[in-house]
């Protein structure tokens, strides 16, 4: 998967990712709590009722957060995603990076674009 640093408005980028939370966070409670109250008035009050009637509501609401990821409702929240995708997977390669250049070892520090030697020491090596 390739990704590309795309313009986000921060603030849009914060109100959208927090309105989604909240509304996937209530539609998690209140699907949990219809499930558990169905479950427990039919077969009887049970605590592991209670708990699968909160596991039904988590895999439906992630059913459905899994459907609505592709609508534009979800764009900066699917950026987000991908963007901290990214940083793990460049983040992982990172000690790897830093040995070589403290070790002046260019085959394992080469990172195949057009910065220099020292230009990529000065950029990955921790400020003194």
């Known amino acids: 998967m390739d990704f590309r640093f795309e313009a986000h408005d921060p ?53 459905l957060a899994a459907r609505l990821k592709e609508r534009a409702l979800m764009a900066e929240v699917r950026y987000g995603w991908r963007l901290k995708q990214a940083l793990s997977r460049v983040s992982a390669h990172l000690p790897t990076l830093r040995r070589g250049l403290a070790d002046d ?10 910065i220099r030697a020292h230009e990529r020491k000065a950029w990955l090596m921790p400020a003194p």
């Open 11 to 63: 603030e849009t980028y914060r109100r959208q990712s927090r309105r989604v939370a909240i509304a996937m966070a209530a539609l998690f409670l209140v699907l949990g709590l219809c499930f558990s109250q169905l479950l427990t008035r039919t077969l009887g009050s049970s605590v592991w009722l209670n708990a699968l009637g909160g596991l039904l509501g988590l895999l439906v609401t992630a059913g």
């Open 105 to 114: 070892e260019p085959a394992r520090a080469c990172t195949g674009g057009s």
